[in-house]
């Protein structure tokens, strides 16, 4: 069981379906009853051939074949999510358009943006977290560390010397290395990319001593000895990489930030409709074939229940909170 699929309850889950349960109790039970009957569409908030899109593309491939109507990919970039993210939020709350959302859209915009056309907490119903990823902390071979603390060292006794590349100011790997040396008072020069294809390459070629990625882009640069693990960002190892531990056992007690894609619907979305979506996608997240892709994405499939994951999007709202006032980032 992972980190981010801890059984959690909070109260206050239940307003986020205070309108279906205001429905009749006769409604609600027949409601999923011929669930779906018609093609389902899944809205990612990025271009085509991402993590995101290959994942959507994958549980919509198993789920147009159980339920015998096709699930459609709707790829709306732009805008950090903004954009898809709006459109789930105002479409017709009957479980056929759900939006494949990270912490990015639900939990780091709001702290990012003074004004948005949608409420993360009140617009959205949870259905599942579908899977997360690990973010591992590498250096270039000739940094002068080879584990966490040994950087840890390096850096108190070199203050600004050292430079991490990220995948853009508020992105996830800028605020967990951000998060990272609030907490050990480290003093380490940010460098923004227009993404991880960008910033992984810059760490090879010298340009950056650090980064945080995932582990694809990373595995093949570690096995040509152009980059070093250190460390990995969960609370707990990653099975992906159990050789390499975690900076919650090495340094930071606590610290876990991860990638994560989660599905969600329009928020009035009838209870039992959520159920079938939650029931039948995680499902398909057991299946050993899609286990062993997920893998080979550097990713852990999750599927956990409706309540667990509100509690995953409330708690983590609060941390990138933190994070996002800790790096002073701002939305461009």
Not at 40 to 65: M, Y
Not at 159 to 182: C, D, Q, V
């Amino acid at each position: 069981m992972t980190a981010f699929a801890r059984p959690f309850r909070f109260l206050a889950f239940a307003a986020l379906y205070a309108a279906s349960a205001l429905q009749p109790a006769a409604a609600q039970s027949t409601t999923a009853q011929g669930f779906p009957s018609k093609p389902v569409k899944f809205v990612v908030p990025f271009s085509p051939g991402g993590l995101s899109d290959t994942v959507a593309r994958l549980i919509g491939q198993q789920l147009s074949s159980t339920w015998g109507h096709q699930v459609v990919v709707d790829n709306r970039p732009g805008a950090s999510g903004i954009i898809a993210s709006e459109l789930v939020a105002k479409s017709p709350a009957d479980g056929y358009t759900l939006l494949f959302a990270d912490p990015q859209h639900l939990a780091i915009n709001p702290a990012m943006h003074t004004k948005l056309p949608y409420d993360p907490i009140r617009d959205f119903a949870p259905v599942t977290l579908a899977a997360y990823g690990p973010l591992f902390l590498v250096a270039h071979p000739a940094v002068a560390a080879d584990s966490l603390p040994e950087l840890i060292r390096l850096a108190k006794a070199n203050p600004g010397r050292l430079a991490y590349g990220s995948a853009g100011s508020g992105s996830i790997h800028h605020l967990t290395m951000e998060s990272l040396k609030a907490a050990l008072g480290l003093d380490i020069v940010h460098v923004p990319y227009k993404g991880a294809a960008q910033a992984v390459p810059a760490l090879v070629s010298g340009q950056v001593a650090l980064t945080f990625s995932a582990l694809p882009s990373l595995a093949p640069q570690v096995k040509a000895g152009k980059a070093k693990f250190l460390a990995v960002s969960t609370g707990r190892r990653s099975p992906l990489a159990p050789e390499v531990p975690t900076i919650a056992e090495l340094a930071v007690p606590g610290f876990d930030f991860a990638g994560q894609i989660g599905i969600v619907a329009p928020a009035a979305t009838p209870r039992d409709v959520i159920a079938r979506l939650n029931t039948d996608i995680a499902t398909v997240l057991r299946q050993a074939a899609i286990v062993a892709k997920m893998a080979g994405l550097g990713i852990d499939p999750v599927g956990n229940s409706p309540e667990e994951f509100a509690a995953i999007i409330r708690a983590d709202t609060e941390k990138y909170a933190r994070a996002v006032k800790l790096s002073g980032a701002r939305a461009e």
